[in-house]
C-alpha cells in the first residue's frame, strides 16, 4: 500500500519548499475555513487543514466503495419507508438515550398527521477504513453512514490540484497526472436541484439550515454555488431564525420571511447541542411541512449507530431489500462485527467480551460530529459501570478497524511541520431523490478521504482531528 514518495519524506528541505507551496495552493483553491477565534466572519479566513502528499488507497477497495453505494442509498431510502423496522431497531435505545427519543418522537408525530412531504431528497456519506487482516491483505470496512449534514463534499473537490501541485513540486509530475477529479458538491447540488424541481414551484427557494457557529462555511457555500449557477436561490438560516419567522399555510407549505421554501438542506440538527426547546419546535414545524428535508427524520434515525449494529442481524438487509440479493452481499461484504447491549442474555455476553477484550472493540454512543466513542481502558470502565443497567444501550459495540498507518506529514495553521504515522477513512457521497415511491435519481457523487495520526483514537475533521487528503490509487 506505500505511496510512491516515501524517498522524499525524510527530505527536509523539500519538504518545507513542498509545505510552502501547498498551504499557498489552498489558499489559492479555496480549501478554507474560518478562524476559532472569529467563526462568523470572512474577514480574516486560514486554510483548512489537510496533508502534505496524498494517501496511497487500494485501488480494488475504491472501487468496491464506489460499487456499493447505490446500495446503500437504496437500503438508507428503504428504512426511511419503514416505520415499525425503525420503531423495532430504536425501541431500546430510546428508552435511555433522550436525544434519539425526541427524534423519534417528531417521526411519530409527523406520521400521525400524515406526510405533506411527497419528494425526498437523501445526501449521505458512507465512511470507511482499510482493515488489514490477519495476513495483511486490506479490506474495505464501514465505520459509519453519515445521513445528515455530510460534510467537506465542498472543501475536498479542491484539495486534488492542491496536491496534484505539491507532487510536481517534489518531482513526481507522473504521480500528479494520476489523481483523480472528485466534485462531490456538484453532484450534491444536482440532487437538489432535482428536489427542487420536482417540488414544481419556480419561485421557491433552497434553505440550508446552518449553525449558530458557521467555520465551514466555505465548504457550504461550494454547494450554494453550484445552485445558484443553475439559477436556484439559496438562502442560509439558522433554526431560532425558522422559529422566529417560518410558518406553514394550510397546504402546509414553508413559508420564511414571505418566501417559499421548496427544499430545507440540513447543514444542522444532528447533536444534542444544536437544539434548545425553541429549536425543537421551529424542526418540527420544518418536518410537518411540505417542502423536501435532507434529511426528513425518518432518514436522520435510520442513521444512527444503533441501526448500523440491527443492521448486521442475520436477515435483516435480506427483509429490508427483498428480491436483491446482490445488493445485500456487497452491503453486508463492507460491515465489521457489531454487538447489540440490549439488556438480556445476548448483551450480558457482548458486555463480557469487550471487558475482557476491549482493545478489541470500540463502544459507540448515539453520537455524531467525532469525539463521542470509547476505546481500550476508558471502555472498560465505562461499561462495567453500567453493565447490568439499561443505560448499556445507549450505546453499540464494534470491532475495532486496524488499519496499516503511513507517513505523512499534517498542515495546520499555527503547527509546526513534523512527520506523523496515519492513518485514513474513505467516505462516497450518495445522492437520491424519490418521488412518491419511483427512486428518480440514485448516485455516488464522488468521495472525501480524511487522514489522522494514530495517536488520535477518534474524531473528524471538524473536531480538529483528522485532516482532508486525497487518494492516490495503488
Ligand atoms: P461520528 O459520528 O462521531 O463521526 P464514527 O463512528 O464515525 O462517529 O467514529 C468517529 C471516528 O472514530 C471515526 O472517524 C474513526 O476515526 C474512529 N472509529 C469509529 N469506529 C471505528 C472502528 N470500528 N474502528 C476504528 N476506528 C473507529
Ligand atoms: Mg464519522
Not at 337 to 350: I, K, W
Amino acid at each position: 500500500m506505500a505511496a510512491p514518495w516515501e524517498d522524499v519524506l525524510r527530505d527536509g528541505p523539500a519538504i518545507r519548499e513542498a509545505a510552502a507551496v501547498a498551504v499557498d495552493a489552498a489558499l489559492l483553491q479555496g480549501v478554507l475555513m474560518r478562524t476559532e477565534g472569529q467563526p462568523n466572519d470572512s474577514d480574516v479566513v486560514s486554510f483548512a487543514p489537510f496533508t502534505l502528499l496524498p494517501s496511497a488507497v487500494p485501488s480494488a477497495l475504491f472501487e468496491q466503495a464506489y460499487a456499493v453505494q447505490q446500495d446503500f442509498n437504496m437500503l438508507v431510502d428503504a428504512i426511511s419507508q419503514n416505520k415499525e423496522f425503525l420503531e423495532h431497531a430504536l425501541a431500546s435505545t430510546i428508552k435511555v438515550d433522550d436525544f434519539t427519543a425526541r427524534l423519534f418522537r417528531i417521526h411519530t408525530q409527523v406520521l400521525e398527521e400524515g406526510l405533506a412531504q411527497s419528494v425526498f431528497l437523501g445526501i449521505n456519506r458512507s465512511d470507511y477504513m482499510f482493515d488489514s487482516g490477519v495476513d495483511g491483505t486490506p479490506a474495505l470496512k464501514q465505520i459509519e453512514i453519515n445521513t445528515i449534514a455530510a460534510s467537506f463534499g465542498g472543501l475536498t473537490s479542491r484539495t486534488v490540484a492542491v496536491h496534484g501541485q505539491v507532487l510536481k513540486v517534489l518531482g513526481k509530475p507522473q504521480e500528479a497526472s494520476r489523481l483523480l477529479p472528485n466534485n462531490p458538491s456538484r453532484g450534491l447540488a444536482l440532487g437538489i436541484a432535482k428536489a427542487w424541481e420536482l417540488y414544481s414551484s419556480p419561485s421557491a427557494v433552497v434553505m440550508f439550515l446552518v449553525e449558530e457557529v458557521q467555520r465551514n462555511i466555505f465548504d457550504q457555500r461550494c454547494v450554494e454555488n453550484e445552485l445558484w449557477n443553475r439559477n436556484i436561490p439559496v438562502i442560509r438560516r439558522r433554526f431560532r431564525d425558522v422559529f422566529e419567522k417560518g410558518s406553514l399555510d394550510e397546504a402546509r407549505r414553508l413559508y420564511m420571511d414571505g418566501k417559499e421554501v421548496a427544499v430545507v438542506y440540513y447543514r444542522e440538527g444532528y447533536v444534542p447541542s444544536n437544539y434548545s426547546e425553541q429549536n425543537w419546535e421551529a424542526r418540527l414545524l420544518l418536518e410537518r411541512s411540505r417542502a423536501v428535508k435532507c434529511p426528513d427524520i425518518a432518514t436522520q434515525l435510520a442513521g444512527t449507530k444503533k441501526v448500523q449494529q440491527e443492521l448486521s442481524r442475520p436477515g435483516t438487509l435480506e427483509r429490508l431489500l427483498p428480491g436483491r440479493a446482490e445488493a445485500v452481499t456487497r452491503i453486508r461484504a463492507t460491515f465489521a462485527g457489531l454487538y447489540s447491549l440490549d439488556m438480556g442474555a445476548e448483551g450480558d455476553t457482548v458486555a463480557a467480551m469487550a471487558i475482557t477484550d476491549p482493545d478489541r472493540f470500540v463502544l459507540k454512543p448515539q453520537r455524531e460530529g467525532g469525539g463521542n466513542n470509547l476505546y481500550g481502558e476508558e471502555l472498560r470502565q465505562v461499561l462495567e459501570k453500567i453493565r447490568d443497567s439499561p443505560q448499556r444501550t445507549s450505546y453499540i459495540l464494534m470491532d475495532k478497524i486496524k488499519p496499516r498507518p503511513a507517513l505523512n506529514y499534517l498542515l495546520r495553521a499555527h503547527s509546526p511541520l513534523q512527520v506523523s504515522e496515519c492513518v485514513s477513512e474513505l467516505g462516497i457521497f450518495g445522492v437520491y431523490v424519490r418521488q412518491g415511491s419511483e427512486l428518480v435519481l440514485n448516485e455516488a457523487a464522488g468521495h472525501l478521504l480524511r487522514t489522522k495520526a494514530v495517536e488520535h483514537a477518534d474524531g473528524g475533521v471538524a473536531a480538529g482531528v483528522a485532516v482532508l487528503d486525497t487518494p492516490f490509487l495503488v
